[in-house]
């Protein structure tokens, strides 16, 4: 359906953007707006709120130049704010973006790369043929060239990037790159992939929706269970790497790298089944998973205890504590399922420790209000796809996202005020965070703290799972673990769930400290928030997106980040493969 305030707005913009020289921002965009740009002018990811930053950017590459939008689709008008996806041309490629108007001006603008020019993937009319027609002596059929190709890769011949850990994040990235031709190769430690999945506990369920969790590619048949265990994303996976045809090499554990100034690529030492082999990527992205190593136990006394002490990274099986009198420290997603798994196994007892407030959404109400409009069975029917719901997702830029998330926290709230009520009553100390914005903005800025519940907030209600809340754990001796208040809980097993430490502790052990300082933080967006201090940036730190260390990517997150977000990685490695002229606009 075509749109007169859009038509008139793309035609302005188009005629501002044909020349450097005429841009006005000041007729095209709202006095307060945000350009979400992701490589399309930038060659990173930027969300710009003013002209300056604006301007300064097109100056920086001129080549994106001139962009153009050259059409639009699916116009939504309500609130005074007409919105629509748009399909983009600029120097480099073809793109997609969003545009929500506002009395005929921006007020937000996402652009999007999805295509270098010259360097399309091979998809549709372009597929290849798979095989050599006609007759040809000594053919060497696909499975051999195949094989040929990994017996290089890797020895004979240097893979341009070296994807560390193969898990959903290290596969995805793998995947796309290996559309685009770079030669790569991706090292997972485990034997096989899917392990990353296959060894976590019994218990394990995805908690997200299967519409949110999607693969690029190979979206799961429409069958596929809402939640996927843990053992079938696993075996997902496996398919997943064998099916794209990846250098996915098992049992092959990275140990260390330094980056060679002068030849501008990475000496890697990796251990492949027990063979120290050296590599030499010009790219290393590490896809390690969202976090460091396990965090400490901060408790003095441990080697008196009687019974054992773990971190929740080791726990395995309930049923394994059958009959014992077991204590969980912390109250986010990893503590619940482990109280819910040990009492639903018949352990004697199960105690949570809750130090901090954290919180908490029903899984069924989080379905409707959290994920409906945009990841749902009715959101395909109103023409929702994945590739569309994940635009119009990014299409808020971060500064906006908390007022949103907080109107629909609110609701939740209401929907679940008899839940909350009785939660509260246990002695459970529940928020939306410190600004009330709810689980992804905690996620995006901390990466830690929340639970969807699918069952242990009823047990905690019921006080089939005590509680000791606000208290710390200091120190245990032969049976007791003692707190900072004084007060003691006897024990048989102890397990702490608390977190891990960031990624720059991996960086420190696999490359260097200096390394590590240099890049600097991860996750949060500077949003002064506990735990994501300032300067606002405006896009998550150090993901997805060059790092002060050159040649040095981090990608991960959530499986709906991993998708989208691995597209804008491969694309920017691609492009500086084949030495696109843009240069990133960094933030300050
Ligand atoms: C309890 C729990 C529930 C979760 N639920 C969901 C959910 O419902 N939905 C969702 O989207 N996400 C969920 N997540 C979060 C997230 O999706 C997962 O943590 C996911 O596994 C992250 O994928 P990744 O590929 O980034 O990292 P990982 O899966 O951790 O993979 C990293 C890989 O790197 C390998 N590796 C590490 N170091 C080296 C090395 N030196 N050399 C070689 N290989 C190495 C590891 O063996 C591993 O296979 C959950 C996480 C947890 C812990």
Redesign the pocket.
């Known amino acids: 359906m075509r749109n007169k305030a859009v038509e008139q707005w793309i035609e302005q913009f188009n005629t501002s953007f044909a020349s450097a020289k005429t841009i006005d921002l000041h007729s095209l965009f709202q006095e307060k707006f945000f350009w979400r740009d992701i490589l399309c002018i930038s060659w990173n990811l930027n969300t710009f709120e003013t002209q300056q930053q604006v301007t300064a950017a097109l100056k920086q590459n001129k080549a994106t130049l001139p962009l153009k939008i050259d059409d639009y689709y699916d116009v939504k008008r309500a609130g005074g704010i007409v919105e629509c996806f748009l399909d983009l041309s600029c120097g480099i490629g073809r793109g997609k973006g969003y545009v929500r108007l506002k009395g005929g001006k921006a007020w937000t603008l996402l652009t999007t790369l999805e295509q270098l020019q010259g360097h399309e993937e091979k998809r549709g009319e372009q597929r290849i043929l798979g095989t050599r027609h006609g007759a040809h002596k000594n053919r060497r059929i696909w499975h051999e060239e195949k094989q040929a190709e990994e017996e290089a890769v890797g020895y004979s011949k240097q893979p341009y990037c070296l994807v560390?850990?193969?898990?959903?994040?290290?596969?995805m990235l793998a995947t796309r790159l290996k559309k685009l031709g770079v030669p790569t190769i991706v090292?997972?430690?485990?034997k096989r992939a899917g392990?990353?999945?296959r060894n976590?506990y019994r218990f394990?369920t995805?908690?997200?929706p299967i519409w949110?969790?999607h693969f690029p590619y190979i979206p799961f048949p429409d069958d596929w269970p809402i939640f996927t265990p843990k053992n079938k994303m696993g075996d997902w996976l496996e398919m997943y790497t064998t099916v794209m045809d990846l250098n996915y090499w098992t049992e092959?554990?990275?140990?260390k790298a330094a980056f060679d100034e002068t030849k501008q690529e990475w000496e890697v030492e990796v251990l492949r089944k027990g063979e120290k082999l050296a590599l030499r990527p010009t790219q290393l992205v590490f896809?390690?998973?969202?976090y460091g190593p396990p965090k400490g136990i901060p408790i003095k006394g441990k080697k008196k205890f009687k019974g054992r002490i773990y971190h929740s990274s080791e726990y395995q099986d309930g049923r394994d504590f059958t009959g014992k009198r077991c204590v969980v420290v912390g109250s986010a997603?990893?503590a619940h399922?482990i109280c819910q798994d040990l009492w639903e196994c018949g352990a004697k007892s199960v105690t949570m420790v809750q130090r901090s407030s954290s919180i908490i959404i029903k899984s069924e109400t989080l379905l409707e209000y959290g994920f409906g409009e945009l990841y749902s069975e009715q959101a395909l029917k109103n023409g929702i796809t994945t590739d569309k719901a994940d635009l119009l997702f990014a299409s808020t830029p971060y500064k906006l996202l908390p007022d949103q998330h907080r109107e629909v926290y609110q609701q939740m709230y209401e929907h679940d005020r008899e839940f909350y009520e009785q939660l509260g009553a246990a002695g459970f100390h529940f928020d939306f965070g410190e600004d009330g914005s709810g689980l992804l903005m905690r996620a995006l800025r901390t990466a830690s703290g929340y639970y969807i519940d699918v069952g242990a907030s009823e047990l905690i209600i019921q006080k089939k799972v005590k509680l000791k809340t606000g208290v710390t754990p200091e120190r245990c001796d032969e049976e007791f673990l003692y707190f900072d208040d004084g007060s003691k809980l006897a024990a048989d097993v102890i397990f702490f769930a608390i977190g891990y430490h960031s990624m720059d502790k991996?960086i420190e052990k696999?490359i260097s400290k200096e390394t590590a300082e240099k890049v600097g933080r991860f996750w949060g967006i500077g949003s002064g928030i506990k735990g994501d201090p300032g300067p606002w940036e405006g896009e998550l730190r150090n993901l997805w997106k060059p790092t002060k260390q050159s040649n040095l990517w981090f990608h991960?997150?959530?499986?709906?980040l991993?998708r989208f977000y691995s597209k804008y990685v491969a694309l920017q490695i691609k492009g500086r493969m084949e030495q696109v002229k843009m240069k990133p606009v960094m933030p300050k």
């Open positions: 560390v850990g193969g898990g959903q994040a290290g596969i090292l997972e430690k485990n392990d990353s999945w976590r394990l995805l908690h997200d949110y969790d092959s554990r990275f140990t896809t390690t998973g969202a997603t990893s399922d991996v696999l991960g997150g959530n499986l709906h991993s």
